[in-house]
């Protein structure tokens, strides 16, 4: 079963790549229907999803997110480590550029028309690329995770919780 699994963080620092986590949100294939946990109940989710042999987890920039996992629980060092040995880590975003390297069309292509369009590969422009919509980047709480820190998710505004969670469901789709 593929099941996207996704990070919100403080923002990144120089000297630190590897933010706090505050929360994380999954979307499994047989539900669509994405879940939010703050970073005070996520060790044993996580958990279960990278010993899981029979989850798949998807995402875009994936080690990102597993390195801000491993630095928040430790413990899952060799778990995540397994489940990378094992195949059961996809980075979308990777296979795109593997995809596009096999065309010959890394970073972009000439259309019909001769003129050259650019590709990028975050999870807003894949998921607009695929024909799939855009996704809502810009004026939401995307930037502003590290305010929540402290917070458990009942006591999250709505527009960080919507925000995180259709991450979760993009990355599946």
Known sequence: MYVSTDSETELIAAGRLD????????CDQETLEP???????AEEVLAELFT?????????????DAAVFIRRYPALLKPIFAAYRAGRILDVGLAQRLIDIANGELDGTYNHMGVYVKYY???????????LGALQKTDTFRLRFGELKHLRKADYPEEATRYAL???SAGLR
């Open 121 to 131: 590969y975050s999870l807003a422009a894949l998921h607009e690329r695929w024909g």
């Open 166 to 168: 259709d991450d979760a």
């Open 35 to 41: 879940e939010l946990y703050d970073h005070f109940e």
């Open 19 to 26: 933010p706090d986590l505050v929360c994380i949100t999954v």
């Open 52 to 64: 899981n042999e029979d989850i798949i987890q998807v995402g875009v920039n994936f080690a990102f």
